[in-house]
């Protein structure tokens, strides 16, 4: 049990006229030169509280929260890794902290600095050749590798329209492919979940600009056949891009240029342990081969001499996709990341991720089957057993009697091509002891519900809002309280 | 009321009951995959649509889904109840829960596509 299901109202609610907490002797006034047009009519409808009824409300609001500093979070495809403390002491140091983002560059040469050594790292890691920080997430990466691989066709004077994407890819790749308004060409998978290279062949051409590839794929298996993709590809006049959600699995033991890929992006928040939205803003990157470094967005930090300064490259550019150099605060936090492994530690990382995955994997085979027979890389693909199924207990049931026995749910439902899809990814960081504990209630979860199918379609019932009518809530949502 | 062996079907489980209005939907066991059907969107009276094509998206509590148009041709109705009642798809989704009605640019698309007894022999292969 988190906490006692006691006192559920707002803030706006627990509010009584005249209720506050201390003012300085002087308070600060409204300023004078507001013009009186401007200046609000009425105050505004906030709550009335004293400091301790605040105290209190969100200190018992973060109690109730499920994260990774307080619970085993198997999120597959999300890499929930626990965020080192190291990191935010790093970004938290005045030097960068304190730093205007219009400070010269003279003035800026330690964070400069790191983003040039950050830059030179990450291409080096990758296996490619340049590279831009300045995407605020992965799928705002996504969006810039498509401005530049349409960059590089309309300078090429070609007019390509294609995008073409698995049908086990991760939601945002069609999504970018929309937005950027090219057409998505969606390829089925073949029953391993690997891309169909037949399939492929048939539908890439002079109009294909991309095929949006994740690697390893949405059912956490490597697709072997990479090289023979690329040249598919290739051939066809078009690029690949890799997705790199998944690099978890891959760094430090594959750099994925050496696959033959065009490009790729990082997701700051999963492989190199920046916090997910909410801890703070989010930070990616394109890393990209030569042909495509023209078309990055600018500024980057190039050195001359001794001295890091930016480089606005030429008219061929894409310009800026984010202010400044992107959010530098969560870029400083994974070079701290970077720094404090070796080449060696790196590699450790996708091991030890690929270890506890197929360890989780081997543990629950007899109750919950993996849907493919092979081993998995980073994250596993499971389903309930007939047993369960029989009994009319879903993936939702799991995933719901699991959080009344102290994890947070695995993904569910995704991939879309997996019939009652579980997909958990451990990452590196969970100790064995805690992935024990997790089996163990996975098979109670199991076990109790073949038992009593009604108890465990009645979960969660140790939290303060049991099951939650979610057919209801989407038809006819209630947005004001 | 349409009986599913009147039915042609796709890969993509959607249904299209031939003829010169011919009426588009979603198969029985597609609407059971999906779940619970939230949010439909149609495409619009009049538009030209392409076989294989996306033309309307169907949400469901598990995800959003695309729907593909069985054959080319041009939307002369849609059915605007499922727009404000999703449910209708998952209860009668060959009855009241059409989604819209196509007059064939080329009505021998449709044979190409399979029949009920096909149809029912793929989703038995797909479960493998």
Redesign the interface.
């Known amino acids: 049990m988190i906490c006692a299901a006691t006192d559920n109202q707002l803030s706006i609610e627990k509010s009584a006229p005249g209720r506050r907490g201390l003012h300085a002797k002087n308070p600060l006034r409204a300023r004078a030169d507001v013009p009186a047009n401007l200046r609000r009519k009425t105050a505004p409808r906030l709550p009335e509280l004293a400091e301790l009824d605040v105290m209190r409300h969100y200190t018992r609001l973060s109690r109730l929260n499920f994260s990774v500093d307080t619970h085993f979070y198997p999120l597959g495809s999300c890499t929930m890794k626990y965020n080192p403390r190291f990191n935010e002491a790093a970004a938290a140091l005045e030097g960068f902290a304190g730093l205007h983002p219009l400070a010269h560059d003279v003035c800026a040469q330690g964070t400069l600095e790191l983003l040039h050594d950050l830059s030179a790292r990450l291409t080096e890691l990758c296996g490619l050749d340049a590279i831009t920080l300045q995407p605020a997430a992965g799928a705002h990466s996504e969006f810039t590798g498509l401005l530049l691989a349409k960059a590089y066709f309309e300078n090429k004077g070609e007019t390509r329209t294609e995008i073409v994407v698995p049908d086990s890819a991760h939601?945002t790749n069609p999504a970018t492919a929309s937005m950027m308004g090219f057409t998505?060409v969606n390829i089925a998978s073949k029953?391993d979940g690997r891309l169909d290279v037949a399939e492929l062949k048939k539908h890439i051409g002079p109009k294909t600009a991309v095929l949006m590839l994740t690697v390893p794929n949405t059912l956490g298996i490597f697709e072997s056949n990479i090289e023979e993709i690329c040249r598919a590809v290739h051939e066809a006049g078009a690029l690949v891009y890799m997705d790199g959600a998944n690099l978890n699995a891959l760094i430090g033991m594959v750099k994925p240029g050496d696959l033959g890929i065009d490009m790729m992006h990082l997701n700051f928040h999963k492989t190199f342990s920046t916090p997910h939205g909410g801890g703070g803003p989010g930070a990616g990157a394109i890393v990209c081969r030569k042909h495509l470094a023209p078309f990055l967005p600018v500024p980057t930090v190039k050195k001359e001499g001794s001295r890091y300064v930016s480089d606005f490259g030429d008219a061929r550019s894409i310009g800026k996709v984010k202010a400044f150099f992107g959010n530098t605060g969560v870029l400083v936090k994974a070079y701290a990341y970077m720094l404090a492994h070796s080449a060696e530690e790196l590699g450790d990382i996708a091991r030890y991720s690929i270890i506890n995955a197929n360890y989780i994997r081997a543990l629950l085979k007899e109750m919950y089957p993996s849907y493919s027979s092979e081993y998995c890389m980073h994250e596993c693909v499971l389903t309930p057993g007939k047993d369960m199924l029989d009994k009319g207990l879903k993936t939702l049931d799991v995933a719901k009697g699991l959080i009344d026995r102290g994890f947070h749910a695995p993904t569910i439902?995704?991939p879309?091509i997996v019939?009652e899809a579980i997909m958990i990814e451990p990452t590196e960081t969970e100790s064995k002891e805690t992935l024990d504990q997790f089996a163990a209630a996975m098979k109670d979860v199991h076990d109790s519900g073949v038992a009593d199918p009604q108890a465990l379609k009645d979960a969660p019932v140790t939290l303060p809002v049991k099951r939650l009518d979610?057919?209801q809530a989407?038809?006819q949502p209630n947005l004001r309280w | 009321m349409s009986k599913p062996e009147e039915l042609k079907y796709t890969k993509t489980h959607e249904y299209v009951h031939p003829g010169a209005e011919a009426v588009v939907g979603i198969s029985d066991h597609a609407q059971h995959e999906m779940g619970d059907v939230v949010f439909v969107e149609l495409p619009k009276v009049g538009q030209k649509l392409e076989k294989e094509k996306p033309c309307a998206v169907v949400e469901s509590v598990k995800s959003a889904f695309d729907i593909y148009s069985p054959v080319s041709g041009e939307v002369t109705a849609v059915n605007a109840a499922v727009t404000g009642e999703p449910a209708l798809l998952n209860q009668s989704p060959l009855e009241n829960g059409w989604l819209f009605k196509i007059k064939p640019s080329n009505p021998a698309e449709a044979d190409g596509l399979m029949d009920w007894n096909a149809y029912q022999e793929f989703v038995k292969q797909a479960a493998h």
């Open positions: 939601g998505t029953p439902y995704f879309l019939h979610e057919v989407a038809r």
